[in-house]
C-alpha cells in the first residue's frame, strides 16, 4: 500500500487525461484545418470547371454548332450543303439548313 500510495496512481492518470485532452484539441484543430483547405480546393475546382464550360463559352459569344445526329461540326468537311444544323446559344439553339461552304486558305 505505501509503494501505491508513493507512485500516485490519481496524479499520473490526472496527468494521462490531461495530455489526451491536449491531444483531442490538436486532432479536433487539425482535422478542422484540413477540412477547410479541402473544401476550398472542391470550390477552386468547382470555379474552375465552371470557367472551362461549354455555358461560360457561350455566354462569351462562341456557339456549338450540332449535325442531325447531335455531334459537334469541328470542320466544313462534316456537312454538306443541304444539311440541316442546330447551333447552340448562351440564350437558346437555331435551326438551320447549309447553304454554302468556305473554308479558310
Do not use: C
Not at 8 to 26: F, I, N, S
Not at 32 to 54: D, I, Q, S, Y
Amino acid at each position: 500500500m505505501a509503494l501505491l500510495s508513493a507512485f500516485r496512481p490519481e496524479r499520473w492518470l490526472q496527468e494521462k487525461r490531461q495530455a489526451v485532452a491536449g491531444l483531442e484539441t490538436r486532432l479536433k484543430w487539425i482535422a478542422a484545418a484540413k477540412l477547410a483547405f479541402h473544401k476550398n480546393r472542391v470550390a477552386e475546382m468547382t470555379n474552375f470547371l465552371r470557367l472551362l464550360g461549354p455555358r461560360q463559352t457561350l455566354e462569351r459569344g462562341y456557339s456549338i454548332t450540332l449535325d442531325t445526329d447531335g455531334n459537334v461540326v469541328r470542320s466544313v468537311q462534316a456537312v454538306k450543303v443541304g444539311d440541316p444544323i442546330r447551333t447552340k446559344l448562351a440564350s437558346g439553339e437555331l435551326n438551320s439548313v447549309v447553304e454554302g461552304l468556305l473554308t479558310e486558305n
